[in-house]
C-alpha cells in the first residue's frame, strides 16, 4: 500500500511545507516550481502533489537535487514500487531504480539505451500494471532525448463511434516480448532473456478500455509496444483495429513533448498516458534514473 500522508519517511522525513506553484502546459502535463523533493514535505503538499498529478497526468518536478535514496523514498508515498525485469539494469544498492542510458563502461551497457522505442504504458504487460514511473534526469544530450506523452483519456473521449462500439465490451491480451526480438535486432541494448526472466513476463489480459481507478474517467489501455491482439478476433482483425487505435492514440493534438531539462524529474500516471522515447543520437551520453510505482489490476469501463 501507498504511505500515508501523515506517515515520516526515512531518509530525512516529509513533514515541512513547501509553498509551490503548478503551471498548466498547454496540451497536457503541469510543471511544478519551488520544490525540493529532497527536503521534508507536508501532507498537505504531498496531497497537493496527488491533486495536481491527478488532474494533469504528467508533473514535470524542475529543477531537483536529489539522491537515489530521496527518490526512491518519495516514489514509495505512492505506492510500493516495482522492479523491472532486466535487473543487470539496475542501480547499484538501489534494485528499484532502473538506470535508462546509451552510456557503456568497459564496453557494456550500464542501462537501458533504447527504453521507450515504441509507444507505451510502462509494465501494462504485468498482471499488476504500473501506477506511474518517476524518472529523474541525470545526464543529458547537447541534443535529442525528448520524450512524447500522449492522454489516453482525451484519445476515448475522441475515438471514432464506430471504433467505440468496435471495442467494446473487449479485452486484449499485453506481452513484454511483442516487441523484443526487433529490438534486439535493431540495438546492442537488449540482452537475452533468461528462463526466469521469462516466467516474469508471461502474457496478460486488461480491459482495451478501462476506468480510471480514482478519477473513473475511461481510458484508452493499448499501447504498441505491449498490446499483442484483441481477444476474440482473429488476427488480422485485431492487428487492423489495434493500427487505426494506435494511430488515433497519438494524433498530435492529444501529445505533450517533454524537453528534458538539467535536474528534471518527470512523475506521469501509466493508467492516463503512454509515452514514447524519441531518440538521442548515439554518441552523445543520456542517463536517468526511473522508478515505478505499482498500481492495481485495470477495470472494466
Do not use: C
Not at 518519495?74 to 539494469?89: D, E, N, W
Not at 524518472?135 to 535529442?144: D, I, K, S, V
Request: proline share 6%; net charge negative; charged share 20%.
Amino acid at each position: 500500500m501507498a504511505a500515508s500522508l501523515q506517515t515520516i519517511h526515512e531518509p530525512g522525513g516529509f513533514s515541512a511545507e513547501q509553498a509551490f506553484t503548478v503551471n498548466a502546459l498547454p496540451a497536457l502535463g503541469a510543471e511544478i516550481f519551488n520544490i525540493d523533493l529532497g527536503r521534508e514535505m507536508s501532507a498537505n503538499n504531498l496531497a497537493q502533489i496527488k491533486q495536481a498529478f491527478l488532474e494533469h497526468h504528467v508533473l514535470v518536478f524542475r529543477d531537483q537535487d536529489i539522491t537515489p535514496e530521496q527518490h526512491v523514498a518519495f516514489s514509495r508515498f505512492f505506492g510500493p514500487l516495482q522492479i523491472h525485469v532486466l535487473k543487470q539494469f539496475q542501480l547499484a544498492n538501489h534494485p528499484e531504480i532502473l538506470i535508462i542510458s546509451n552510456i557503456k563502461e568497459n564496453e557494456r551497457p550500464i542501462g537501458l539505451g533504447d527504453a521507450g522505442a515504441f509507444w507505451h504504458s510502462d509494465l501494462s504487460y504485468k498482471e499488476i500494471p504500473s501506477l506511474g514511473s518517476l524518472l529523474y534526469a541525470r545526464q543529458l544530450p547537447a541534443e535529442g532525448g525528448d520524450t512524447h506523452f500522449a492522454d489516453m483519456h482525451l484519445a476515448w473521449q475522441t475515438l471514432p463511434l464506430h471504433l467505440k462500439k468496435a471495442i467494446e465490451g473487449k479485452q486484449a491480451e499485453h506481452t513484454y516480448i511483442k516487441k523484443y526480438a526487433e529490438l534486439q535486432a535493431r540495438s546492442p541494448w537488449r540482452p537475452n532473456l533468461t528462463q526466469a526472466q521469462l516466467e516474469e513476463v508471461k502474457p496478460v489480459v486488461h480491459p482495451v478500455v478501462s476506468r480510471h481507478p480514482e478519477t473513473g474517467l475511461n481510458t484508452l489501455f493499448v499501447n504498441e509496444n505491449f498490446t499483442s491482439r484483441i481477444i476474440g478476433l482473429p488476427q488480422d482483425e485485431s492487428d487492423d483495429l489495434l493500427a487505426q487505435l494506435f494511430a488515433h492514440s497519438v494524433k498530435p493534438e492529444n501529445v505533450y513533448i517533454h524537453q528534458w531539462q538539467d535536474n528534471d524529474l518527470v512523475f506521469w500516471d501509466n493508467r492516463s498516458v503512454i509515452h514514447l522515447a524519441a531518440g538521442t543520437p548515439d554518441h552523445l551520453p543520456r542517463k536517468l534514473y526511473r522508478t515505478t510505482v505499482e498500481g492495481t489490476r485495470p477495470l472494466a469501463a
